[in-house]
């Protein structure tokens, strides 16, 4: 199947800070790809969904301005925490559309 | 907004038990999806159901989609510890997939 890489695996940041996770689809293009969170023992929420050359659409509750969302090439889309508070950590996955979804290894992030 | 009901969420049961997992929903999708995730890793597809009434194996699981497309199972025969993991079903709904909450399944030796 389709590869999806995410960059970093893991990050730790102070609060305050903010952190690009990015989305890569490394053997196909991807006009679409999707953000989701995901809490211990729990299952993956949307939170937005990336459209190459244009804005994000987010999911209800998903704040736009704390999430920024960039998908500037057809194989890369970034996810930008900003402000990161302690509440903001978790297991952060993407996803890229070819025929079907394909998802990432997921970011763990830890805000002190 | 069109909701995936995933039941059980947790399961433990010893090697060579049988087991099924279900998720229903009052909406109709168009496709529906069986995922795997390992702890700190991301889901991985099992299988796509797309017709009502089909039925996939894949080895040891076997997937239902219902005729009228909105529940479908997994049912695992003599499971075992490698079976361990957080089981999920997505139904696909206008591009994006909804998720259900998920069965965690504990397989012990």
């Known amino acids: 199947g389709a590869v999806v890489s995410q960059h970093p695996s893991r990050v730790i940041c102070k609060s305050g800070t903010s952190v690009k996770i990015e989305c890569r689809s490394l053997?196909?293009?991807?006009?679409?790809m999707f953000w989701y969170r995901q809490f211990p023992k729990q299952s993956l929420m949307l939170m937005a969904t990336?459209?190459?050359?244009?804005?994000?659409?987010?999911e209800q509750g998903v704040e736009k301005d704390k999430f920024l969302i960039n998908h500037a090439s057809l194989t890369l889309s970034t996810l930008t925490v900003t402000s990161a508070h302690p509440e903001d950590s978790s297991f952060y996955i993407c996803?890229?559309?070819?025929?079907?979804?394909?998802f990432g290894p997921g970011t763990r992030l830890t805000v002190l | 907004t069109q909701l995936l009901e995933q039941s059980p969420q947790f399961l433990s049961i010893q090697e060579g038990e049988n087991l099924t997992v279900y998720c229903n929903s009052s909406?109709?999708?168009?496709?529906l999806q069986w995922y795997r995730q390992e702890p700190g890793e991301g889901p991985v597809l099992l299988v796509t159901v797309v017709t009502g009434g089909e039925v996939k194996k894949l080895k040891r699981l076997t997937f239902q989609f219902g005729d009228a497309r909105k529940d479908s199972s997994l049912h695992i025969t003599a499971a075992q510890p490698g079976d361990t993991g957080l089981y999920l079903c997505?139904?696909?709904?206008?591009?994006?997939?909804?998720f259900g909450q998920g069965t965690t399944l504990q397989v012990k030796p």
């Open positions: 996803s890229a559309r070819d025929e079907e979804q394909f």
């Open positions: 053997d196909f293009q991807a006009t679409t």
């Open positions: 990336s459209n190459e050359g244009s804005k994000a659409t987010y």
């Open positions: 909406s109709v999708f168009s496709s």
């Open positions: 997505a139904g696909a709904d206008t591009g994006k997939l909804i």
